[in-house]
């Protein structure tokens, strides 16, 4: 099972009937009420949450919020202590295209066949957070290609969108993680990374 997935069963059996009422509570703005009646344990929680692209590996701040309001430091140091695995190729590139796109994020998420009511509930759910906007959009995405879905793919979507710099950038960026991975393997070693993290110091996004 993934590793993450492992921490996320392990948090659900830490809870008390009582936090999870709470947490059901804290996630009323994000949950549907009917999705949220139908929530029996942690993991029924997390699942939604994992499925709507509220919570992944790489974007834990809103379970380091929920865990916070609970009081848990006991589960926030068993979560955040860990070192997390290297950021694949294509959450990297989530990094960059954050960076760059900027407002032209509605031309590459219809690029990426999001839908335009998407779009909308994206907009309407990040009034004011561009970088947000472009994330969500991406995670979108990627929900919807799951494991199908490649940098490849994005750097295409950016050329076709005449977004050639951007689509530089990454391919760049694949370049240098590509030697520096080698680099690693030959010397047998990795680069710790803190789950408090979620990336790079010069990103915003």
Not at 77 to 82: E, H, M
Not at 125 to 139: D, G, I, W
Not at 171 to 187: D, F, K, T, V, Y
Request: net charge neutral.
């Amino acid at each position: 099972m993934d590793p993450f997935l492992v921490l996320l069963h392990s948090v659900s059996a830490s809870l008390s009937s009582g936090e999870l009422t709470e947490l059901k509570f804290l996630c009323q703005g994000r949950v549907g009420k009917r999705k949220l009646e139908r929530v029996q344990s942690g993991v029924d929680l997390f699942s939604v949450l994992l499925e709507q692209n509220e919570l992944d590996p790489h974007h834990t701040e809103l379970l380091r919020e929920l865990l916070t309001s609970l009081r848990r430091q006991d589960l926030l140091r068993l979560i955040f202590s860990r070192p997390l695995p290297p950021r694949p190729d294509l959450y990297a590139a989530f990094d960059i295209i954050c960076d760059h796109v900027g407002k032209d994020w509605r031309r590459l998420a219809r690029q990426l066949k999001v839908s335009d009511s998407k779009i909308d509930a994206i907009e309407m759910k990040y009034p004011r957070n561009l970088t947000e906007q472009v994330r969500e959009s991406l995670r979108v995405w990627k929900s919807s290609r799951r494991e199908d879905a490649a940098v490849s793919q994005l750097v295409e979507a950016l050329r076709a969108c005449r977004l050639n710099l951007v689509a530089d950038h990454v391919e760049e960026a694949q370049q240098a993680r590509g030697l520096q991975s080698e680099s690693e393997s030959a010397s047998g070693s990795v680069s710790p990374v803190s789950w408090g993290s979620d990336a790079p110091a010069s990103r915003a996004c």
